[in-house]
């Protein structure tokens, strides 16, 4: 201490000393006024030096200053002689103080931590709960980082457990405030930032603490904390795979702790992955707390997928694995509770990987029955299946590698494949409608072919009942993309995926109709056979003749590939556009 002393100037630490000599002094006087006042101006002088740490982060000056001066108030406030009136007035500003101290360095924040926690021990637990999380509500955007809320969160993980009335209600004001400060920090982390690392296990040690007041309350109060305990580690599940999720080292051990205080809480895998628990503890907790667990859905998944990842309950998941694969239910339940991973753009790809092999893995086991439960109401689920086939949609469009293309696709396709043929199409045609990707429009519309040619092969020598796919909608769809609502042709050469999978698929039926002398679609009809030619056909040609006469000439890469996306289109055009001639001669 002696030969880092001279960096502080004489001056400034007199000022200092004397600042908290006479603040003391005022208080035991009865002079509280005098007292706050003085307080005020140790917080002024001291905060343009703290301002100064965070701007010069790499000035070692400065963190020898940040660490006296954290020194000289630590032994003020642990001196034994310290009058226990003046503690109370200086815990109002110094928690706060002291933490703008602590990015200074490592001894720093652990000072600070010690300041805070010394604090927290000589005063009233409930003043102390208000006061830091008032500290974490208020600072500054500079200050607005790992290193000053660390101490301040240590803090209240000590505070829980001191108060000894109305826990849960204390309980519950302070969760929104320490889970909006992980939930900043987590979607500002940078790759291997330690100091982000370090403010998870500070929430761990308030689970702990949580944990500890819920073994001494009566049923009724243990209840509900055990539903806000769960609810605190799944949002906090979500956010640490969100702060760390592309380190998958880092955060299993964090994931490892987290998952201990589910069964505590009366949580179970099958019940997380099906979203039943998660909804349970919702309506225990209340809505008015909702804000602060948006993303308990996220860990709800994230949970399951981490203990999937984790080799140390492959017994319990052997079970889930299975009750999904032979619960349609449960099945399409997981499925929706997925979806919260595949549509966040906050998450990994690692992480989006992980789901989709645990996904992968329950799909390939189940059996797919066209035959429909009377008992269950398949349409509830629509919603939900759509909503999540559009999630994995996401991924197939902005996965950054093949890999995970085929992967979220396979995904897609055994998804469908576990939904009724009568409510395959309604999706399908609900993901196109709605998609503005021409690539994904193209994909599913595809789909829709693939299927009607199985459908037609198996159903046709039975009855034209069980055709669910074989419908004038079909058409519809194929007017959809070769004459969008918005009127003209479509665009190309933007839109030369949809559109030749559109006219694929407008062959494809006409071919199967005239040559089996059916016309389930009403493709056939003369009027129908009209609209295609004067509506469709012929403008969509008169489109691509001149875009690819407007190209011709130039020789550059975007001409080149403009020629490549139409030259397939005009074949197909050509061949529907003789195929609708031929059976116009017949109609």
């Excluded at 300041?115 to 830091?132: A, F, Q």
């Excluded at 994995?392 to 085929?406: F, G, H, Q, S, T």
């Excluded at 159903?459 to 959809?480: D, G, K, T, Y």
Aim: proline content about 4%.
């Amino acid at each position: 201490m002696s030969e880092e002393k001279p960096h502080l100037s004489d001056s400034l630490i007199h000022r200092l000393q004397q600042t908290l000599t006479t603040c003391s002094q005022l208080i035991e006087a009865g002079h509280f006024s005098d007292s706050d006042r003085l307080v005020t101006e140790l917080a002024d002088f001291l905060t343009p030096i703290a301002v100064s740490v965070v701007e010069e982060s790499s000035n070692l000056d400065l963190e020898i200053t940040s660490f006296q001066i954290l020194t000289e108030i630590h032994s003020f406030i642990t001196s034994p002689s310290r009058n226990q009136q003046v503690i109370d007035a200086l815990s109002f500003e110094l928690p706060k103080l002291v933490c703008k101290f602590a990015s200074a360095s490592k001894r720093c924040s652990e000072i600070a931590q010690l300041i805070v926690e010394h604090l927290v021990s000589m005063c009233s637990p409930r003043e102390m709960l208000s006061i830091l999380c008032e500290a974490l509500s208020s600072p500054t955007e500079m200050f607005r980082v790992p290193c000053y809320f660390s101490p301040l969160i240590g803090g209240l993980a000590k505070v829980i457990i001191l108060i000894k009335r109305r826990q849960f209600e204390q309980v519950k004001a302070a969760v929104p405030v320490i889970l909006g400060v992980l939930k900043s920090m987590s979607l500002e982390a940078d790759e291997e930032d330690k100091d982000t690392e370090d403010i998870f296990h500070k929430a761990i040690a308030i689970a702990d603490s949580i944990q500890a007041v819920c073994e001494g309350l009566e049923q009724n109060d243990k209840r509900k904390l055990c539903a806000l305990l769960g609810m605190f580690v799944l949002q906090v599940m979500a956010l640490v795979s969100i702060a760390m999720g592309h380190n998958i080292s880092s955060v299993l051990p964090i994931m490892a702790h987290l998952s201990q205080f589910l069964p505590i809480c009366g949580l179970s895998y099958e019940g997380l992955i099906t979203g039943l628990d998660v909804d349970k503890f919702t309506t225990i907790c209340g809505d008015d707390n909702m804000a602060c667990f948006s993303h308990v859905k996220h860990g709800g998944s994230l949970a399951v997928i981490w203990g999937y990842k984790s080799n140390e309950t492959c017994t319990d998941f052997e079970a889930v694995k299975n009750e999904l694969q032979k619960n349609q239910t449960k099945r399409w339940q997981a499925i929706g509770m997925l979806k919260h991973v595949f549509s966040s753009v906050d998450l990994s790809w690692e992480l989006k990987v992980h789901a989709l092999d645990f996904l992968l893995c329950v799909m390939d086991g189940c059996t797919h029955q066209e035959i429909q439960n009377d008992a269950m109401d398949y349409s509830t689920y629509v919603p939900t299946l759509y909503a999540s086939l559009q999630a994995i949609e996401m991924v197939i469009i902005y996965a950054p590698n093949a890999v995970l293309r085929k992967k979220s696709f396979d995904a897609m396709m055994k998804v469908l494949a576990d939904v009724p043929s009568s409510l395959r199409f309604d999706i399908l045609t609900a993901l196109i409608q709605n998609s503005q990707s021409s690539s994904m429009i193209a994909i599913l519309l595809d789909c829709i072919r693939r299927e009607m040619h199985e459908e037609y092969s198996s159903c046709i020598s039975l009855n034209s009942q069980c055709l669910s796919f074989w419908s004038a909608r079909v058409v519809e769809l194929v007017e959809l993309v070769l004459k969008p609502p918005n009127g003209g042709p479509p665009s190309l050469p933007e839109y030369s995926d949809a559109v030749l999978s559109a006219l694929n698929l407008y062959r494809f039926v006409v071919i199967r109709e005239s040559t089996g002398k059916t016309n389930y679609t009403g493709v056939l009809s003369k009027d129908m056979l009209q609209k295609a030619y004067n509506e469709w056909l012929l403008p969509l040609r008169t489109l691509a003749t001149g875009v690819m006469a407007a190209n011709q000439q130039d020789h550059d890469q975007l001409a080149l590939d403009t020629m490549c996306a139409l030259n397939p289109i005009e074949l197909v055009l050509y061949r529907c556009i003789e195929l609708v001639e031929d059976n116009l001669k017949h109609a």
